[in-house]
């Protein structure tokens, strides 16, 4: 079994080095994770997909945040809201929302006259269910809509949905299926460009010590279908449930998805959290802040 | 001392003149020996001379001694005493300012001297033949002013003496013929009074007021008011002017029978039917009518003047109307003006004429001028036709100009009241022309025993029966001279001898102006020639035998002892004819022949063409080439001129100068030889040729010069200007047409001016300016020049935002830039280092990227610059 797993892992990057370029992605701010918990460990998705968190005990998890996103880059104001219910011990649904809304550009023809301006905007929605099959393994599917309007006459949209299946064992958990697979859109001169899908591949772990301190550490891997690979890293302390600590890394291998080195702060107090994460890497994404607060139990 | 001197001088001039046989060497206007002079074309006692330098200096030097009688030539002293000069002056005098350059000119050494009036010039001027220093000499001839008067606007007097020329609906001969009766008769006597029935006339009038009886009892009265008291009135003021405004006082126009000396000549009565009405100006007050023509009859008045006439509703209404009451007043005045009460001649015609215009509806009838005791005046435009408003019809007895305004200048001119002048139409104005030929007639005739029914016959019978169509129904043409002459018994002088010379087939007469004892010259001559000398004799001058060729010459303004000449046409080359020359009058009666001369006719030479061709004309497309040609017949003889082009390049015009023009278009033909020839033939066959060569030039289509350099401006309302021949030039030197454009609009503003381009930036931006130049073949040149408005502080330039392939980048100037650009994912997507300059901007192929935002961060030396574009 190990040794299936290390080939078909090992077959995936191989696919994905041998990219395509990652500029013929459309829609590429759907994999932007939406939760500043998981933007602060890495970007681990997958790790918290509804299926995986279906096999956890969280009933109710509700979050809003804020991004200023690749200031230094494509930025944008990101506007975030997801939600996870537990609607019994074998069925979850989950919703997740995205705005992104960048700064005005000065509008120039092909010869460099001005001619107005426009402020662009992408937009996500997802809508999610899992299943728990049997007390150790779950599965759940989510359905996306993307838009991203880029001038007054021209905006694109796209469908997508994933695919995820997990698996708990003592305090781990896996989880693997595709993600982004959906319609492509089409460019002014016809050409298509398809949607980031991929086949994705995650793990997470949790341990707690000397009553007050626990660890959740958690890696994903993406082989996105046209090319690339992203792996991702993250890892949370928490002291006694109060107060977090979060590190992470993600390394883009001609992916969509950049590569970063996260860091994050977190507080909870009666189910009440309020969270933080700060980006370091290329000037594409660093000094991107995220601020967010959520409630569970 | 001088004075003696000049005198001896002179003396000894005369002397030597005396003795010579042969005519000097000098270029004397003199005539030859044998050759007659007519001296009456002289002004007796001036002649003018022209000195040598040295005998100028002399003379000028003696007379600023206060004489000319003693000049240090002693030869100069003896002419100037020899003939009795009174006078030497410069002919031009001391011009002060002027007076260096009029040296330059030699003008200070022209003198006129004046002398005995007595001696005839010719030898006066022979005398003054062989002076030493005397370059030249002529006498003083009379001249003759084109105008037969010095009034100024005489020369608008058509209607008067018609040229032809005023206008080109002007013909002539269109007139009275009045000029030659001011030349041979009369300007008209005061002693002929005309009563100018009308409204009052302009008694203070400058070109009136001596020649218009005043009012008073014996005088003008107005029979509006029944005074004195004449009230000047623009119609009664410029029918009096046509019959007798001032002639030669220097001021406004001439009346026909308006004197000769500036003093006048027949009398104007003014007896006043019209006067302006303050309260109705388009209806005159007006008088008694009646008692105004008998006015004139019983206070000298010989003429009754009237430019009136009764008013009708509709034609036919007039056609059943007579003269009513006024015919009482018509037959006084015939029959009793110019006698005293005794029916005894008092005046200069015994009885009296009454005048009416015919009347201006346009009617077949007009009254009272269709009573038949009257003479009744029909109008005619400036071209022998009726004037259009003019009343017609068997009635009508002469016409006369009356003018139409639908002529330019084809009105009467003529006095207006307050000094004025102006022009009117109608038959008012037809109509004081016959009053006023009827007052030359009595001027000339009148006297004891002349009467009104003489004058009638005169009047009407002398006038020109042919030069109105019938059709035109307003009588004879009035012809001044035709009634002075009419009855003329007496033919002229017969010619004492002529001179005759050949020239191809044409014979030049020339002979002198001979009298006629009742109409002082002759009126023209008849120039014969004939094979046969037996045909000259006893001829029937009004029908030639066949074998006699003819011409006539007409006297004109000659004066009686001028040379006058004319030609003979239409003779056989090379034949032997005897001529002779006749003399007639207007009335034509012919003198009898002068003494036959035999002369032998020319060669017919062929027509002359003459250029300054001088082989192959070569032609690009875009000139024009003009070869003027010089062609003429040396007899004289009308020639047909054909002109073959060659090709659709040529085209022949003849110039107003009479020349030939071939002009050669290079843009109407293709490329080739080609001839152009001209065929001259003329009226008796003899022909010219000649062939022109021209070659049409290949065209050259124009081209863009060089590679030029785009340009770069810094910010708005920056200023170039450029030479588009820099640009777009063409290979043949033609002058090409420029079309500038440019795009994007608003960037620049183009101004052109020939081959100037004025460039004005107006915004930042990138322009394309566009010339295009056009030869005469339609054939394009376009040269694009790229413009760059730009501030060098700006930030780099980015676009465009919204990509659909490539994406440019510039910074202005020639620079190397980083850039970098990530996806919305912050994915980077590019990151390298590109150069650029101002017109080629760095180019990132986005075409396979996919739809999107992206971050685009370009870093400039020490700037960075971020921005967000669009992949669509």
């Known amino acids: 079994m190990r040794k299936?797993?290390?080939?078909?892992?090992?077959?995936?990057?191989?696919?994905?080095?041998?990219?395509?370029?990652?500029?013929?992605?459309?829609?590429?701010?759907?994999?932007?994770?939406?939760?500043?918990?998981?933007?602060?460990?890495?970007?681990?998705?997958?790790?918290?997909?509804?299926?995986?968190?279906?096999?956890?005990?969280?009933?109710?998890?509700?979050?809003?945040?804020?991004?200023?996103?690749?200031?230094?880059?494509?930025?944008?104001?990101?506007?975030?809201?997801?939600?996870?219910?537990?609607?019994?011990?074998?069925?979850?649904?989950?919703?997740?929302?995205?705005?992104?809304?960048?700064?005005?550009?000065?509008?120039?023809?092909?010869?460099?006259?001005?001619?107005?301006?426009?402020?662009?905007?992408?937009?996500?929605?997802?809508?999610?269910?899992?299943?728990?099959?049997?007390?150790?393994?779950?599965?759940?599917?989510?359905?996306?809509?993307?838009?991203?309007?880029?001038?007054?006459?021209?905006?694109?949209?796209?469908?997508?949905?994933?695919?995820?299946a997990a698996a708990t064992f003592g305090g781990a958990k896996v989880a693997a299926g595709?993600?982004?697979?959906?319609?492509?859109?089409?460019?002014?001169?016809?050409?298509?460009?398809?949607?980031?899908?991929?086949?994705?591949?995650?793990?997470?772990?949790?341990?707690?010590?000397?009553?007050?301190?626990?660890?959740?550490?958690?890696?994903?891997?993406?082989?996105?279908?046209k090319g690339g690979l992203r792996a991702g890293l993250g890892v949370e302390y928490g002291f006694n449930g109060l107060v977090f600590a979060?590190?992470?890394?993600?390394?883009?291998?001609?992916?969509?998805?950049?590569?970063?080195?996260?860091?994050?702060?977190?507080?909870?107090f009666s189910g009440i959290s309020i969270n933080a994460a700060y980006l370091v890497g290329s000037s594409a994404i660093g000094n991107t802040l995220a601020i967010g607060a959520g409630y569970s139990f | 001392m001088n004075n003696r001197l000049l005198t001896a001088a002179v003396l000894a001039a005369v002397t030597v003149w005396g003795c010579k046989t042969e005519q000097a060497d000098l270029p004397v206007e003199v005539p030859a020996e044998g050759e007659t002079v007519n001296e009456t074309s002289l002004i007796p006692g001036q002649m003018i001379i022209q000195l040598s330098d040295e005998l100028a200096g002399q003379l000028e030097e003696d007379l600023a001694g206060g004489s000319f009688l003693q000049t240090k030539s002693a030869s100069v002293n003896s002419v100037f005493a020899g003939i009795g000069a009174t006078s030497v002056e410069r002919l031009y005098p001391d011009a002060g300012e002027w007076e260096p350059r009029h040296r330059e000119a030699g003008l200070h050494k022209w003198y006129k001297v004046t002398f005995d009036p007595a001696l005839p010039q010719t030898k006066a001027v022979r005398s003054i033949n062989d002076i030493p220093g005397i370059e030249y000499a002529e006498p003083v001839r009379r001249i003759k002013s084109t105008a037969f008067f010095d009034d100024p606007d005489l020369s608008k007097q058509w209607h008067y003496t018609n040229e032809g020329t005023l206008t080109a609906k002007h013909k002539k001969g269109c007139d009275i013929n009045v000029l030659p009766v001011w030349e041979n008769y009369t300007c008209g006597k005061s002693d002929v009074i005309v009563s100018v029935v009308d409204g009052g006339v302009d008694l203070t009038h400058e070109d009136l007021a001596a020649v218009c009886l005043p009012g008073g009892a014996n005088g003008s009265r107005n029979f509006v008011t029944g005074s004195f008291g004449i009230v000047a009135h623009s119609h009664g003021t410029h029918v009096a002017g046509t019959i007798g405004a001032i002639n030669n006082n220097g001021?406004?126009?001439?009346?026909?029978?308006?004197?000769?000396?500036?003093?006048?000549?027949?009398?104007?009565?003014?007896?006043?039917?019209?006067?302006?009405?303050?309260?109705?100006?388009?209806?005159?007050?007006?008088?008694?009518?009646?008692?105004?023509?008998?006015?004139?009859?019983?206070?000298?008045?010989?003429?009754s003047q009237n430019s009136w006439g009764d008013v009708y509703e509709k034609e036919e209404d007039a056609l059943k109307g007579g003269p009513g009451a006024m015919k009482s007043a018509i037959d006084y005045f015939i029959r009793y003006a110019g006698t005293d009460k005794n029916g005894n001649q008092t005046g200069p015609m015994k009885g009296g004429v009454v005048i009416f215009a015919a009347g201006n509806s346009g009617w077949s009838i007009g009254w009272p001028a269709a009573y038949a005791p009257v003479i009744a005046v029909g109008s005619v435009?400036?071209?022998?036709?009726?004037?259009?408003?003019?009343?017609?019809?068997?009635?009508?007895?002469i016409a006369a100009p009356g003018g139409s305004a639908y002529y330019d200048k084809g009105q009467v001119y003529s006095t207006l009241p307050d000094n004025k002048y102006g022009w009117m139409q109608g038959t008012s104005?037809?109509?004081?022309?016959?009053?006023?030929?009827?007052?030359?007639?009595?001027?000339?005739?009148?006297?004891?025993?002349?009467?009104?029914?003489?004058?009638?016959?005169?009047?009407?019978?002398?006038?020109?029966?042919?030069?109105?169509?019938?059709?035109?129904?307003?009588?004879?043409?009035?012809?001044?001279?035709?009634?002075?002459?009419?009855?003329?018994?007496?033919?002229?002088?017969?010619?004492?001898?002529?001179?005759?010379?050949?020239?191809?087939?044409?014979?030049?007469?020339?002979?002198?102006?001979?009298?006629?004892?009742?109409?002082?010259?002759a009126y023209g001559f008849l120039l014969l020639a004939s094979r046969n000398e037996a045909s000259l004799k006893n001829l029937d001058y009004f029908h030639l035998p066949s074998d006699v060729f003819s011409a006539t010459l007409p006297v004109g303004e000659a004066d009686l002892g001028d040379t006058v000449t004319g030609t003979l046409s239409g003779l056989d080359f090379q034949t032997e004819y005897y001529t002779t020359v006749v003399a007639y009058d207007y009335s034509k009666n012919y003198s009898g022949t002068s003494p036959v001369v035999k002369v032998i006719t020319g060669t017919n030479t062929p027509p002359v063409i003459k250029s300054e061709y001088a082989g192959l004309i070569q032609v690009k497309a875009h000139e024009v080439y003009n070869l003027e040609s010089e062609i003429y017949d040396p007899d004289g003889h009308t020639?047909?001129?054909?002109?073959?082009?060659?090709?659709?390049?040529?085209?022949?015009?003849?110039?107003?100068?009479?020349?030939?023009?071939?002009?050669?278009?290079?843009?109407?033909?293709?490329?080739?030889?080609?001839?152009?020839?001209?065929?001259?033939?003329?009226?008796?066959?003899?022909?010219?040729?000649?062939?022109?060569?021209?070659?049409?030039?290949?065209?050259?289509?124009?081209?863009?010069?060089?590679?030029?350099?785009?340009?770069?401006?810094?910010?708005?309302?920056?200023k170039k200007t450029l030479n588009m021949e820099d640009y777009v030039s063409d290979p043949d030197g033609e002058q090409l047409k420029y079309e500038i454009s440019s795009s994007p609009s608003g960037i620049v503003h183009l101004n052109q001016v020939d081959n100037t381009l004025n460039l004005t930036t107006l915004s930042m931006g990138l322009a394309k300016v566009i010339i295009t130049g056009t030869d005469i073949k339609g054939e394009k040149a376009v040269l694009e020049l790229n413009v760059l408005v730009r501030d060098p502080n700006s930030d780099p330039d980015v676009y465009p935002t919204q990509v659909n392939d490539y994406l440019n980048i510039?910074?202005?100037?020639?620079?190397?830039?980083?850039?970098?650009?990530?996806?919305?994912?912050?994915?980077?997507?590019?990151?390298?280092?590109?150069?650029?300059?101002?017109?080629?901007?760095?180019?990132?192929?986005?075409?396979?990227?996919?739809?999107?935002?992206?971050?685009?961060?370009?870093?400039?030396?020490?700037?960075?610059?971020?921005?967000?574009?669009?992949?669509?």
């Open chain 1, 4 to 164: 299936t797993l290390a080939i078909v892992i090992l077959f995936l990057a191989a696919a994905g080095l041998h990219a395509q370029d990652a500029a013929s992605v459309a829609m590429p701010f759907s994999i932007v994770p939406r939760n500043v918990r998981t933007l602060s460990t890495g970007g681990l998705t997958t790790a918290d997909a509804v299926a995986v968190r279906l096999l956890g005990d969280t009933g109710l998890d509700v979050n809003a945040s804020w991004y200023s996103w690749a200031p230094q880059g494509a930025s944008s104001n990101n506007i975030n809201a997801d939600a996870f219910v537990r609607l019994s011990n074998r069925l979850a649904l989950s919703a997740q929302f995205g705005m992104d809304i960048a700064p005005r550009y000065d509008i120039y023809d092909a010869q460099g006259t001005k001619g107005g301006f426009y402020s662009p905007k992408d937009m996500l929605v997802k809508l999610g269910a899992a299943y728990r099959i049997t007390p150790v393994i779950s599965v759940g599917a989510d359905l996306r809509y993307m838009n991203s309007s880029l001038t007054s006459k021209v905006s694109y949209s796209a469908f997508g949905a994933d695919v995820i």
């Open chain 1, 178 to 225: 595709v993600t982004n697979l959906g319609t492509s859109v089409k460019a002014s001169d016809g050409t298509a460009f398809g949607i980031p899908a991929a086949a994705t591949l995650a793990g997470k772990y949790n341990v707690s010590f000397a009553e007050k301190h626990s660890v959740d550490a958690g890696a994903q891997v993406d082989f996105f279908f």
């Open chain 1, 246 to 268: 979060r590190v992470g890394y993600s390394l883009g291998l001609n992916s969509p998805f950049p590569t970063y080195l996260s860091l994050g702060l977190g507080a909870k």
């Open chain 2, 251 to 303: 001021k406004g126009v001439a009346g026909i029978a308006g004197g000769r000396d500036g003093q006048g000549g027949v009398t104007i009565m003014s007896c006043q039917v019209f006067q302006d009405n303050p309260d109705d100006p388009d209806h005159d007050l007006t008088g008694n009518f009646y008692d105004a023509m008998v006015w004139g009859a019983d206070h000298g008045a010989v003429i």
């Open chain 2, 381 to 397: 435009a400036p071209d022998f036709t009726r004037a259009y408003y003019s009343n017609y019809g068997d009635w009508v007895d």
């Open chain 2, 429 to 521: 104005m037809a109509c004081p022309h016959v009053s006023g030929v009827a007052a030359l007639i009595i001027s000339h005739y009148g006297g004891p025993g002349f009467t009104n029914d003489m004058l009638v016959d005169r009047l009407l019978n002398g006038a020109n029966s042919n030069v109105l169509s019938s059709a035109t129904q307003i009588g004879p043409l009035c012809d001044a001279y035709g009634s002075m002459a009419y009855g003329s018994k007496e033919p002229p002088a017969t010619p004492k001898s002529h001179t005759v010379s050949a020239h191809s087939n044409f014979l030049d007469f020339s002979t002198q102006v001979t009298s006629d004892p009742d109409d002082n010259k």
């Open chain 2, 639 to 718: 020639v047909t001129v054909k002109f073959t082009p060659g090709s659709d390049a040529a085209q022949n015009l003849l110039l107003p100068s009479g020349l030939y023009r071939m002009t050669l278009a290079g843009k109407d033909a293709d490329a080739g030889r080609y001839e152009a020839r001209y065929d001259v033939t003329d009226s008796f066959g003899a022909s010219s040729s000649v062939v022109y060569e021209y070659q049409i030039l290949e065209n050259h289509p124009p081209v863009p010069v060089g590679n030029p350099d785009d340009l770069v401006f810094t910010g708005m309302a920056q």
């Open chain 2, 810 to 872: 510039s910074d202005g100037t020639e620079k190397t830039l980083q850039i970098s650009i990530s996806s919305a994912s912050a994915a980077m997507l590019y990151n390298g280092t590109v150069t650029c300059d101002a017109f080629s901007p760095a180019r990132i192929d986005m075409s396979g990227w996919a739809p999107g935002r992206y971050g685009v961060t370009v870093v400039s030396g020490e700037k960075t610059f971020k921005t967000t574009v669009v992949k669509i």
